[in-house]
C-alpha cells in the first residue's frame, strides 16, 4: 500500500469535527502553551511546526512537551515552539511504500509523518496508526486472495 492510499483512507475516515485532509501546523514563534491547547482541543498527538503552513520546519509531539515539563516544570509553557520542536522532520512522499515508513518510524522512536509533493509542500501527515492500518488492510486482502486461491473460487 501506499502513502497515497493511507492519505485517501484517511480521508473517509477523518476525526469527528475535522476534516481529514486538514494539515495542523503551529507557528514556530507560539509558546507550549499554544500547542498543548492546540494538541488537546483537536485531541492529536503531534502538530507541524511551520511558517507558512505549507512547509515543515519541525514538529511537536505530545512527547517532546512531557519531557520539556519533566526537565523545567510548567514554566516551560511560554517556551517558544522553536527551542523546544524537532528540526531535522523526516518526510516522506505519496509513492512510498506503508511497510518502508511504518520501519522508518519504528526505528526512529517518532510517530507521524509529513506528506510532501516534490517542492516540499505538505499535502498531508500520516501516522503510525494510519500506516499500521494500511498494512493490516493490505494483509487481510493478501489473506483473502490466497484463501480464495486454495479454496478454487
Same mark, same amino acid.
Given at each position: 500500500?501506499?502513502v497515497k #492510499? /493511507?492519505?485517501?483512507?484517511k480521508?473517509s475516515?477523518?476525526?469527528?469535527?475535522?476534516a481529514a485532509a486538514?494539515i $495542523?501546523t503551529?507557528?514556530?514563534? #507560539?509558546?507550549l502553551?499554544d500547542?498543548v491547547q492546540l494538541l488537546?482541543? /483537536?485531541r492529536?498527538?503531534? $502538530?507541524?511546526v511551520?511558517?507558512?503552513?505549507?512547509? =515543515?520546519a519541525?514538529? /511537536?509531539?505530545e512527547?517532546?512537551? $512531557?519531557r #520539556?515539563?519533566g526537565?523545567?516544570?510548567?514554566?516551560?509553557l511560554s517556551? =517558544?515552539i522553536?527551542e523546544v520542536m524537532?528540526?531535522?522532520?523526516q518526510?516522506?512522499t505519496t509513492g512510498?511504500?506503508a511497510l518502508?515508513?511504518?520501519?522508518?518510524?519504528t526505528?526512529?522512536?517518532f510517530r507521524?509523518?509529513? %506528506? %510532501?509533493?516534490?517542492?516540499g509542500h505538505?499535502?498531508? %501527515? $500520516?501516522?503510525i496508526?494510519d500506516a499500521?492500518?494500511?498494512?493490516?488492510?493490505e /494483509?487481510?486482502?493478501?489473506k483473502?486472495?490466497?484463501?480464495?486461491?486454495?479454496m478454487?473460487?
Amino acid at each position: 500500500m501506499l502513502v497515497k #492510499q /493511507l492519505l485517501t483512507m484517511k480521508e473517509s475516515s477523518g476525526k469527528p469535527g475535522m476534516a481529514a485532509a486538514t494539515i $495542523v501546523t503551529i507557528k514556530p514563534g #507560539q509558546t507550549l502553551a499554544d500547542a498543548v491547547q492546540l494538541l488537546s482541543d /483537536l485531541r492529536i498527538g503531534a $502538530v507541524v511546526v511551520s511558517e507558512d503552513g505549507r512547509t =515543515p520546519a519541525g514538529i /511537536l509531539s505530545e512527547r517532546d512537551i $512531557v519531557r #520539556q515539563l519533566g526537565k523545567g516544570g510548567a514554566d516551560v509553557l511560554s517556551t =517558544p515552539i522553536s527551542e523546544v520542536m524537532t528540526t531535522s522532520v523526516q518526510t516522506c512522499t505519496t509513492g512510498e511504500d506503508a511497510l518502508t515508513i511504518l520501519e522508518r518510524m519504528t526505528e526512529g522512536r517518532f510517530r507521524h509523518l509529513p %506528506v %510532501v509533493d516534490q517542492d516540499g509542500h505538505m499535502l498531508g %501527515v $500520516v501516522s503510525i496508526g494510519d500506516a499500521v492500518s494500511g498494512r493490516l488492510k493490505e /494483509l487481510a486482502a493478501e489473506k483473502e486472495a490466497l484463501t480464495g486461491m486454495i479454496m478454487g473460487s
